[in-house]
């Protein structure tokens, strides 16, 4: 049924990145799908001048510590590591999300939506984004 399954995460938010991760796991091991996790940083020139640090010094350093952490959460997942893989990208979410779906030729997205409230329409602005935009189906996990 999939062959390719993207699941985007906040590593920062490990309750909504386990319950994304546990049900991408799932569909993968059933369908003999590959896992594809991405990270995405987003990038604000408010960031760079309030640190009055030049913009590759700060990806640099938020690559290590993602690419660590991206690590430490694959290190966790019961799944064979040829099929099994990760990337971080910088940037929208919604933009770097969908683009990365088309660039891997992902069959399903598996994101997790947190604090819904009114503006994002009762799922999360990031996970809204993807679902309005993205041409690859997507299951939103709450």
């Known amino acids: 049924m999939y062959k390719t399954i993207l699941v985007p995460v906040d590593i920062s938010e490990d309750e909504l990145t386990s319950k994304a991760v546990k049900h991408a796991l799932s569909l993968a091991k059933k369908t003999g799908a590959r896992l594809h996790i991405l990270h995405v940083l987003p990038i604000s020139s408010a960031i760079v001048n309030a640190y009055s640090l030049g913009y590759d010094e700060i990806k640099d350093k938020a690559t290590i510590k993602a690419e660590d952490d991206l690590k430490t959460l694959l290190d966790t997942i019961d799944f064979p590591d040829d099929r099994l893989s990760y990337s971080i990208a910088f940037g929208s ?10 660039e891997i030729n992902a069959d399903l997205i598996v994101i997790g939506s947190r604090r819904p409230n009114i503006t994002t329409h009762l799922l999360g602005s990031n996970a809204s984004g993807v679902v309005k935009y993205s041409t690859t189906s997507v299951l939103v996990i709450r």
Do not use: K, L, Q
């Open 93 to 102: 979410p919604r933009d770097e999300i969908t683009a990365a779906a088309t």
